[in-house]
């Protein structure tokens, strides 16, 4: 059988199959566990959620946790490679990794790089953008390569509150965080909230 709410197909009465099924649905549901570490770097606290911030140079656990909450949110977004891998060349494109922890278990997960080829648009009445203009003269930007939030948490305000924490950590204001594209249909939706007037695509 499939499950209708994680997706998983399963056999019941096999008893290492609805074991395996029981794990993957805590992990769709109720997000990637990820109690405090004595090396989390904290950008963000309050009584609810706490956000962390791991760089290429950050230790390997906190990249293998980082790399943990990646194959979660690819689960939902089936892009067909690996969103961080903890061993990888991070530090070609500086990608850093905040984290959004709720009751011990991470709940978001938002990855920023520095990219150097960078274009700006607007958007168009038609729920898509004009023709986007290069920018010869630009030099590298902090750009928000993938963000992802947990069903349960969505529509919270919980990826504007990363994005905002990002341009804290960049020191740029929110509108000049570029956005690397495609687009999936809720992350157009996102920049669209995040930059109403124009916003600035990087690869």
């Avoid at 011990?104 to 990855?111: E, G, K, S, Y």
């Avoid at 898509?128 to 750009?143: A, H, N, V």
């Avoid at 000049?176 to 996102?190: N, V």
């Amino acid at each position: 059988m499939t499950c209708p709410v994680c997706g998983l197909g399963y056999v019941p009465e096999y008893p290492p199959d609805a074991a395996r099924h029981k794990r993957e649905h805590d992990l769709f549901v109720n997000g990637v566990p990820a109690r405090p570490l004595r090396d989390d770097r904290i950008v963000f606290q309050d009584p609810t959620l706490r956000i962390t911030l791991v760089s290429p140079f950050s230790s390997l656990i906190q990249r293998r946790r980082v790399e943990r909450i990646a194959r979660r949110a690819n689960w939902e977004t089936q892009y067909d490679f690996p969103l961080y891998g903890a061993t990888e060349a991070n530090a070609e494109f500086n990608t850093h990794a905040l984290i959004g922890h709720r009751n011990d278990r991470a709940v978001a997960l938002l990855l920023i790089e520095r990219r150097s080829r960078v274009w700006v648009s607007k958007w168009a009445n038609n729920d898509d953008f004009d023709e986007p203009t290069r920018i010869e003269s630009d030099g590298p930007r902090w750009t928000i390569g993938f963000a992802w939030v947990l069903g349960r948490y969505r529509r919270q305000g919980l990826a504007h509150r990363m994005i905002t924490e990002a341009s804290k950590f960049a020191r740029v204001p929110v509108n000049e965080l570029g956005w690397y594209t495609p687009f999936t249909d809720a992350g157009k939706a996102l920049a669209r909230r995040v930059c109403p007037d124009y916003f600035f695509i990087v690869r």
